[in-house]
């Protein structure tokens, strides 16, 4: 677990606060809602990093169901938000295509967790990053954006599609509102402690 620590003690030496923030991946497929994701929960003005879809680009991005989206995350999204007092969260956005997975590597080295979002109209576009996490051990929950318009599934529905682990949390969500992605990160952050808790008693057990 990554985190960074600033102990500030007060001039009667009677004050010490500790500040813990988490490094927390966004992940999913193309113009599934990630930067909409960081953009809505940052307390700062979130870093991005899009660029104008081009013709050269449309051999290689499937806009299919996004047919509206313009532009695209070419490095990443940062955002940052203080879930209670003394804990903040660093909010790192991937991007979404296959041609930029080489950013992956560097982007999860020390974090936390991951939210994985999901569109249930293209549902299998977020197969990779679940994989991606699965297969290095970095906790994760699906959270299925609730685009206008498209079908509504439960999460033990979501779960059984993506054949996710048994207890990887799904939540519904929409990634424009704060509140519902404060929500989701919060869930995030439990399971993930719960996650390395249990691993750090399984290496002294």
């Not at 927390?24 to 497929?29: D, E, F, K, N, Q």
């Not at 193309?30 to 680009?57: D, H, M, W, Y």
């Not at 295509?97 to 974090?111: C, I, P, T, V, Y």
């Not at 954006?145 to 779960?159: E, I, L, M, P």
Request: hydrophobic share 40%.
């Amino acid at each position: 677990m990554a985190y960074e620590r600033s102990e500030r003690t007060g001039a009667d030496d009677e004050t010490d606060s500790t500040a813990l923030a988490l490094k927390i991946l966004v992940a999913g497929g193309f113009g599934v809602g990630k930067t909409t994701l960081v953009g809505a929960v940052s307390e700062i003005r979130p870093l991005r990093t899009e660029e104008q879809l081009s013709r050269a680009g449309q051999s290689v991005d499937d806009t299919g169901g996004v047919d509206q989206k313009t532009t695209t995350t070419v490095a990443m999204d940062f955002g940052r938000i203080t879930i209670r007092s003394g804990l903040s969260l660093y909010l790192f956005g991937t991007p979404g295509q296959d041609r930029f997975w080489f950013l992956w590597d560097e982007l999860s080295q020390g974090a936390l967790g991951a939210v994985v979002l999901a569109d249930t109209r293209r549902l299998e576009d977020c197969f990779p990053a679940v994989d991606y996490f699965e297969h290095r051990k970095i906790p994760f929950v699906v959270a299925v954006n609730c685009f206008t318009g498209a079908r509504t599934y439960g999460a033990a529905d979501v779960s059984l599609a993506l054949d996710l682990d048994r207890g990887t949390p799904v939540v519904l969500c929409d990634a424009r509102d704060r509140d519902s992605g404060k929500e989701v990160l919060i869930r995030l952050v439990e399971y993930a402690g719960r996650m390395h808790t249990a691993r750090l008693l399984d290496s002294v057990g």
